[in-house]
């Protein structure tokens, strides 16, 4: 069992996929389809189903790069023309089942999970398809499926009731913007004006942090007042359930320090007519915790004296598809093959390095960089350790965001990593 904070699946930088620029209004609607899955299975089988579809008005997603990948992911979904001629759209992530098929109790237990994608709905009927990689890079499973936005049982999303939202902060229409909506999570309705500050030193604590401080302007930031029956999260070491909006609780894979929730149709139904495209949920809780998964959500307490450096480590996995850079010295795991580049941006085993950050290197740099206790935050190397192996896996620097609470900033490369996210979500480019 790996002793984290979180436990994530994240990605690599890629190449974009594709060589020419999209209209938006050429090939969909301004609604949104929202597909459910059904990922289940054990360690060593994977099988995708198809659970519902949805549609709601709006769509508030990127509206560029749209056939394009910039990250891998654990997992992709790719629309197409009913031809197979033209790729549509296409959107990599990671999920908890992924991770949980590489925990003991998946060598002995069938288990499901839910997923949710949002994707801009097409104008004419169109093929959907989900694949999921392992570790080594390679397809494990796939479904494709059709969808037909003229379906009489795409189901129409409504309001929840008791469910109020409004933005924090906006910086313009969600067209050009990443739109960010935090949900509360354990807060009673009495408790909401305690949630939205929570929100907005959540907000304070991401932009005090390089890039996100110069790139604000690209960001929408809405708080969606959820109310649960008791306040607090359930936390199952301690014996202490609680009936809560999302359902979320401490002990994820038996890890005590990992928070997240399991009901992500739950999720997306109290998000359902609100502008969002990126999800924190923040966790009435004191209790230290929380977890980030690539193009899913990030959940972390909200009242720890750690909750601000966590809320901004998660936001670097859910987002942009960062690594942990942390490591154990007393254990060697095998969450990447020696032969195999990870897929994250802030890890290299070397296989492929030219690809990472190599050309962020000092001329003379050693390649592994030893340990050196000056600039240990801005010095750009190949330190070795980091993605939970002390051995084999390669980190960019000393200390970052990535890798300690104590951290104040992100080293370079993980910032140049957030930069590319953030143009990839906001401007049409052709590479970056």
Do not use: W
């Given at each position: 069992m790996k002793h984290r904070i979180v436990s994530v699946m994240l990605l690599a930088v890629l190449p974009f996929m594709a060589s020419s620029a999209q209209c938006f209004e050429d090939f969909f609607e301004d609604r949104t389809l929202r597909v459910d899955y059904i990922f289940s299975g054990d360690s060593r089988h994977q099988q995708i189903s198809l659970d519902e579809l949805h549609c709601s008005e709006g769509w508030?997603?990127?509206?560029?790069?749209?056939?394009?990948?910039?990250?891998?992911?654990?997992?992709?979904?790719?629309?197409?023309?009913t031809l197979g001629r033209d790729t549509l759209?296409?959107?990599?992530?990671s999920s908890l089942f992924q991770e949980w098929q590489t925990a003991e109790e998946a060598t002995r237990l069938w288990r499901s999970f839910e997923n949710v994608f949002l994707l801009p709905m097409p104008r004419e009927a169109v093929d959907v398809e989900v694949t999921l990689t392992?570790?080594?890079?390679?397809?494990?499973?796939?479904l494709r499926h059709r969808v037909d936005p003229k379906d009489i049982l795409l189901r129409p999303l409504q309001p929840m009731a008791g469910v109020s939202w409004k933005y924090l902060r906006r910086s313009g229409d969600s067209r050009q913007?990443?739109?960010?909506a935090f949900v509360a999570e354990g807060y009673r309705r009495g408790e909401m004006k305690r949630f939205f500050r929570d929100c907005r030193e959540s907000i304070d604590a991401l932009l005090d942090h390089s890039p996100f401080r110069e790139m604000a302007d690209r960001f929408n930031f809405i708080a969606v007042a959820a109310p649960s029956e008791q306040s607090g999260v359930s936390i199952p070491h301690k014996g202490d359930w609680r009936q809560t909006v999302l359902g979320s609780s401490f002990d994820t894979f038996y890890s005590d320090r990992y928070l997240t929730t399991l009901h992500l149709k739950r999720?997306?139904?109290v998000l359902a007519t609100v502008p969002y495209e990126h999800i924190i949920i923040l966790a009435n809780t004191d209790n230290y915790g929380g977890g980030g998964i690539y193009n899913s959500y990030?959940?972390?307490?909200?009242?720890?004296?750690k909750s601000r450096p966590v809320v901004v480590?998660?936001?670097?996995?859910?987002?942009?598809?960062?690594?942990?850079?942390?490591?154990?010295?007393?254990?060697?795991?095998?969450?990447?093959?020696?032969?195999?580049?990870?897929w994250e941006p802030n890890l290299t085993t070397l296989v492929d390095f030219s690809a990472k950050w190599a050309d962020?290197?000092?001329?003379?740099?050693?390649v592994p960089t030893p340990p050196s206790g000056k600039e240990v935050y801005t010095a750009v190397g190949v330190f070795e350790g980091g993605g939970y192996q002390s051995h084999g896996v390669y980190r960019p620097a000393q200390e970052c965001r990535m890798k300690i609470n104590e951290a104040p900033v992100f080293c370079p490369v993980c910032m140049r990593a957030i930069r590319r996210i953030i143009d990839y979500y906001t401007e049409e480019r052709h590479s970056l």
């Open positions: 508030y997603g990127r509206r560029v790069n749209m056939d394009r990948l910039l990250l891998q992911g654990n997992g992709q979904l790719t629309m197409t023309d759209y296409r959107h990599s992530f392992d570790t080594h890079n390679r397809v494990t499973s796939r913007k990443i739109d960010v999720l997306h139904d990030l959940m972390s307490a909200a009242h720890n004296a480590h998660e936001f670097g996995h859910s987002f942009a598809g960062l690594a942990d850079e942390y490591y154990y010295d007393d254990q060697y795991e095998t969450s990447y093959p020696a032969d195999t580049e990870p962020m290197l000092q001329p003379g740099c050693p």
